[in-house]
């Protein structure tokens, strides 16, 4: 199994009044983790995008463990597996550094569709992510 993992800092403008980090802001920060995941992997959005291939997110599922806070830092660690001959599912960590604690475990279930929106088979996606899937 093929594991990403990209570091970040919490800025304070993604913090609300209580000084945690915005529930909204782990979305940002998992979907910032997996495009930077997909790029390694050799796969780019704008070049699938003009052949009619577009990368959608179709479920997620987040469970909030422990709050982050201004200036802490932390990792997003990804892995992807096949759901079925058309879906992928993203398993995504966030982890406050130094100390390890869980903040976040998430699933992001995604698809590529065409420029009708029907889901379709993409053999470039395929391809790619075949050397990521976990076993």
Known sequence: MHQHILAF???????DLQGIVNNANYQHYLEHARHQFLKTLQIDFAALSVQGVNLVVVRIEMDYLWPLRSGDQFEVRSSVERVSRLRFAFDQDIVRLPDEKPVLKARVVGVAINAQGRPIYSEAVAAALTNSIKP
């Not at 800092?9 to 913090?15: H, I, K, L, P, Q």
């Open 9 to 15: 800092d919490v800025r304070d403008y993604e913090c």
